[in-house]
């Protein structure tokens, strides 16, 4: 199981963090997805800290012992959206319960 | 690219089958895995399970007796197959190329999804 805070609220410009913990993330690679309002989730993190091609700079990830952090820098208002972490436990993925991020 | 098709309706009790066209890509390339997520509506993300062209398939253990994934003949397509469905299988089911190296998994890209309302 994979927890992530409810919901989170940040001002335009700001700094925001989304935790994930987890029994054994620390021997696990983590990545995120975040998804719109009508869209299919996208990656924007994986192997907990690699951002894939296209991803602005302002999305970083870190984990540090069972918890992993995708951290949105100078946020904007596109960055409102829900955020799932998900992982690879041997023979199954788990995903976070989800984000709700709201720029306000 | 990923895009999902089959019937947007399907009764209780009865099965439920999904197709994933797969272009600009290859199901045989075993670099990858394919694999199906649900969404019920406003709720969070499930797997469902993910299949190797020629290899091993993992499933969600709580849907293991109820679920089927499969290459088409046309290695083109892979399909989903959800037996014995109720209310609590609508969802909004996505297709995705899955990653899986040691510990190391993502999904990416994804379709664009379908929605399946279970009905009578």
């Known amino acids: 199981e994979l927890t992530q805070p409810p919901s989170l609220t940040v001002s335009p410009g700001q700094t925001v963090s989304v935790t994930c913990s987890g029994d054994?993330?620390?021997?696990?690679?983590v990545c995120w997805y975040q998804q719109k309002p009508g869209q299919s989730p996208v990656l924007v993190i994986y192997?907990?800290?690699e951002r894939p091609s296209g991803i602005p700079e302002r999305f970083s990830g870190s984990i540090s012992g069972n918890t992993a952090t995708l951290t949105i820098s100078g946020t904007q208002a596109v960055d409102e959206a829900d955020y799932y972490c998900?992982?690879?436990?041997?023979?199954?993925?788990?995903f976070g319960g989800g984000t709700k991020l709201t720029v306000l | 690219q990923l895009q999902e098709s089959g019937p947007g309706l399907v009764r209780p009790s009865e099965t439920l089958s999904l197709t994933c066209s797969v272009s600009?890509?290859?199901?045989?390339?075993?670099?990858?895995?394919w694999g199906w997520i649900r969404q019920p509506p406003g709720k969070g993300l499930e797997w469902l399970g993910s299949?190797?062209?020629?290899?091993?398939?993992y499933y969600n253990p709580s849907l293991r007796s109820r679920l089927s994934i499969s290459v088409d003949a046309s290695r083109t397509h892979f399909s989903l197959r959800l037996t014995s469905v109720t209310a609590a299988d609508t969802s909004i089911y996505y297709c995705?190329?899955?990653?899986?190296?040691?510990?190391?998994?993502?999904?990416?890209?994804w379709g664009q999804g379908t929605l399946v309302t279970v009905s009578s």
């Open positions: 192997q907990d800290s």
């Open positions: 998900q992982a690879w436990h041997s023979t199954f993925v788990v």
């Open positions: 299949l190797l062209y020629g290899g091993i398939t």
């Open positions: 054994e993330l620390e021997n696990k690679f």
């Open positions: 995705a190329r899955h990653k899986i190296f040691g510990v190391d998994s993502y999904f990416d890209p």
């Open positions: 600009g890509d290859s199901i045989t390339d075993t670099s990858y895995y």
